[in-house]
């Protein structure tokens, strides 16, 4: 199997897509973001305070570990 990427013009791609269907061609659709960029920003997770204060606990417990001595 090989894969092929062609660019169709809108107005023809039914036309294309059914010529290729009849020749035995599989499609993959390629997923298309509906949200814009900045869109996608916005929906981007908010860090609060609380998690600040726990990644700063965890950086000095981890920097109080000190190596076994063998």
Not at 44 to 54: A, G
């Amino acid at each position: 199997m090989e894969t092929l990427i062609i660019n169709i013009p809108e107005k023809k791609s039914d036309l294309v897509k059914s010529l290729l269907k009849e020749l035995g061609v599989s499609f993959k659709e390629e997923k298309k973001s509906k949200k814009n960029f900045k869109e996608q920003l916005l929906d981007s997770p908010v860090w609060t305070d609380q998690d600040f204060e726990n990644m700063e606990l965890a950086a000095k417990s981890f920097n109080s570990l000190k190596p076994a001595k063998w």
